[in-house]
């Protein structure tokens, strides 16, 4: 079964700081999805990025951008020019093509600093 | 952009009670997902559902849960005898392919007293 792990429970940042959010996977499938879900005090969740395995090339939305190494099953989110909407619980999920369903890890509260 | 639309949003049910939650996926995507979230905890696997039957489920979906398809629009989560352990948000999500992501409505927060 994949396991994703969240090492960092909370994490501060200053408005318009950059900031890091760490993941790791374990998995032994070759082929599969990984997700980064923002989840606000609302408790929607929201997509904000996603990252082939198959592809290289580390995704980018906007501000939002993905380190995602392979070979040591890690899948960071780094986050540009921190805004106070950025505040929020980030989830890492883990989505396999043999299974079906997302793994989830257990979150990270990122905090802004005005 | 579609969505996907969970009702009610917020329910209060008394233990023992039988309680049915709602969601319309999105059109199009074929495969359908129940979630639950204890608060404070992290976001758990229930079931999947793809061509009107359950493809996968997790411990958590024992005997008191059942999930539905009626009418080809909407997707029932139906919890027979709720227990206090089952207050959480669940949140419904349906994707058409897995690269496209996993869309997840707003949640039901259920409160069982």
């Known amino acids: 079964a994949q396991t994703v792990t969240q090492s960092q429970p909370e994490m501060s940042v200053q408005e318009a700081e950059t900031v890091t959010l760490s993941c790791t996977y374990d998995?032994?499938?070759?082929?599969?999805?990984l997700f980064w879900y923002k989840q606000p005090p609302s408790r929607q969740m929201i997509l904000v990025i996603r990252?082939?395995?198959?592809?290289?090339q580390n995704a980018t939305e906007n501000r939002f951008s993905v380190n995602f190494q392979k070979a040591a099953k890690s899948f960071s989110l780094k986050i540009s020019d921190s805004q106070l909407g950025d505040a929020a619980m980030y989830f890492c999920a883990y989505g396999g093509n043999a299974g079906n369903m997302l793994t989830f890890g257990g979150g990270t509260r990122l905090m802004v600093k005005p | 952009e579609p969505e996907v639309t969970q009702t009610p949003s917020h329910q209060v049910t008394q233990m023992g009670q039988e309680v049915i939650l709602r969601c319309v996926p999105i059109?199009?995507?074929?495969?359908f997902y129940w979630y639950r979230q204890i608060l404070g905890q992290k976001v758990e696997f229930l079931v999947s559902f793809y061509n009107n039957e359950i493809s996968e489920k997790s411990e958590i979906f024992d005997d008191q849960f059942s999930v539905e398809r009626p009418d080809g629009s909407n997707f029932t989560l139906k919890i027979r005898s709720t227990k206090l352990e089952d207050s959480a948000m669940y949140f419904c999500?349906?994707?058409?392919?897995?690269?496209?992501?996993?869309?997840f409505g707003s949640g039901t927060r259920l409160t069982v007293v």
């Open positions: 059109s199009n995507h074929l495969y």
């Open positions: 998995t032994s499938e070759s082929d599969y999805y």
């Open positions: 990252q082939e395995a198959y592809k290289q």
């Open positions: 999500a349906s994707r058409e392919w897995v690269a496209h992501g996993y869309t």
